[in-house]
């Protein structure tokens, strides 16, 4: 996997997009909120969420709402991957 931790504590949406496409490809399932608030050095589950919900709100993930575990990146959020020069 990908190392998306960010200096300063700082985590954009894209590091998310990054890291919930990276997982998923790794493990064969996306990651919960915690995991990802663990990987990328968050300390709230909470700002996890806001990140994921702008990346649902511009097209870039999908989820299946109250089911665990079923973040998907779209074809769209995979073209976002692509073009910041990353395989996808």
């Known amino acids: 996997m990908s190392n998306t ?3 300063n504590a ?5 590091m998310v997009l ?3 496409h990276d997982s998923t490809l790794e493990r064969g399932y996306p990651p ?5 608030a663990d990987a990328l ?3 709230s589950t909470s700002s996890v969420a806001h990140h994921v919900d702008t990346l649902e709100a511009r097209g870039l993930v999908s989820r299946k709402p109250g089911s665990p575990r079923t973040l998907q990146v779209t074809e769209a959020g995979r073209s976002i991957l692509i073009k910041s020069g990353e395989k996808a």
């Open 5 to 7: 931790r960010a200096p």
């Open 10 to 14: 700082f985590v954009t949406w894209g």
């Open 18 to 20: 990054r890291y919930i």
């Open 32 to 36: 919960t909120y915690k995991e990802m």
């Open 41 to 43: 050095k968050v300390a």
